[in-house]
């Protein structure tokens, strides 16, 4: 297994520019969750889906979007780009959102810088 | 409010030390707490987990303690190697869902030669 993947690597955007970032599960895991960490904070969380065709807010939001057609991909959509949105975004999966199997498995990041 | 906090921020400690990692929460209701690894540009990966009734758990040279009763977690590494060199996250879980962990800041540990 693969595990989770993220693409792209890195990434550098203008101001007002969008893109999506690729996440793609191969362990048939229902939940699914964007991330970003910021220097010296702990991850936050964006947005989370417990399965195809259902997506949550997190904690923060704003400025982005997701959407879940299938079970192994949960891509985030980032419109009109910000400085503030320069950051680490890590996209994870579980097989549940809690108990003992919801050890959740995260990909290597994307870095996102925004000028 | 719910907050998980670590100390110390970061750690230097010659190879083959031991050292211990301290998280203390403020999380209520409480299910489990888990530690995780991240390495320099990787994603964190999951070391232990912890429920309510558990106050110790082991995997290799890491053993996790919990102490539910004053909402403290302690990581103790033993003989540490030139590979620990990274980021340890402490997650407590509230209820179950995916919108109630909490993360803290982490720890970053270096070890050097």
């Known amino acids: 297994n693969a595990g989770v993947t993220q693409t792209p690597k890195f990434r550098i955007l203008k101001i007002g520019q969008s893109m999506t970032l690729q996440c793609t599960q191969d362990?048939?895991?229902?939940?699914m969750y964007w991330y970003r960490q910021d220097p010296g904070m702990g991850l936050k969380l964006i947005y989370y889906?417990?399965?195809?065709?259902?997506?949550d807010k997190g904690e923060v939001p704003n400025g982005y979007n997701v959407s879940r057609s299938t079970t192994e991909d949960f891509p985030l959509r980032l419109e009109l780009a910000a400085p503030s949105q320069t950051s680490v975004y890590f996209c994870?999966?579980?097989?549940?959102?809690?108990?003992?199997?919801?050890?959740?498995?995260f990909g290597p990041g994307t870095r996102l810088l925004v000028l | 409010k719910n907050q998980v906090e670590q100390s110390p921020q970061s750690l230097i400690i010659l190879e083959g030390k031991n050292c211990t990692l301290q998280?203390?929460?403020?999380?209520?209701?409480?299910?489990?707490l888990r530690w995780y690894k991240q390495d320099t540009g990787r994603g964190p990966v999951s070391l232990t987990i912890?429920?309510?009734?558990?106050n110790t758990k082991s995997n290799g040279r890491y053993t996790a303690t919990l102490d539910a009763d004053t909402k403290q977690s302690s990581l103790h590494i033993t003989a540490s190697q030139l590979s620990d060199s990274a980021s340890y996250i402490c997650?407590?879980?509230?209820?179950?869902?995916?919108?109630?962990?909490?993360f803290g800041t982490g720890t970053r540990l270096t070890v050097i030669p």
């Open positions: 362990m048939n895991h229902n939940y």
């Open positions: 997650v407590v879980r509230g209820q179950t869902g995916a919108n109630n962990l909490f």
């Open positions: 912890m429920t309510f009734s558990e």
């Open positions: 994870a999966s579980s097989y549940s959102g809690g108990g003992t199997r919801e050890t959740q498995y």
């Open positions: 889906s417990v399965g195809a065709g259902i997506t």
């Open positions: 998280c203390n929460y403020t999380v209520s209701p409480f299910s489990n």
